[in-house]
Nanobody, 124 residues
């Protein structure tokens, strides 16, 4: 079974940057689309960014467009989320997820495997 492990979260001041990583254990990482979601306290989980199986297509939530960049290295079985110009409203637990399909999706129901999450806290 696929296992996903996020890392790279932490505490950062507003305007700062963080780079999240999502390491996958399975042999089929390069076959499927991946995504990042986040959940702030008292709020529902929301879509952040997604990338297709080969990394040629990406999609971003409006709230992060122009500030966050999703990428993947299939040789390393790893996906990344570069987060720049962070804002206090970006504070949340960030989750990586894997689809059982080539093409990206923006709804959490379309993802099969999930990591345990990594906390990102942005101070003002």
């Amino acid at each position: 079974q696929e296992q996903l492990v996020e890392s790279g979260g932490g505490l950062v001041q507003a305007g700062g940057s963080l780079r999240l990583s999502c390491a996958a254990s399975g042999r089929t990482f390069s076959t499927y689309a991946m995504g990042w979601f986040r959940q702030a306290p008292g709020k529902e989980r929301e879509f952040v960014a997604a990338i297709d199986w080969i990394g040629s297509n990406t999609n971003y939530a409006d709230a992060v467009k122009g500030r966050f960049t999703i990428s993947r290295d299939n040789a390393k079985n790893t996906m990344y989320l570069q987060m720049n110009s962070l804002k206090p409203e970006d504070t949340a637990v960030y989750y990586c997820a894997r689809r059982h399909y080539f093409y990206l999706a923006v709804h959490s129901d379309d993802y099969t495997y999930w990591g345990q999450g990594t906390q990102v806290t942005v101070s003002s």
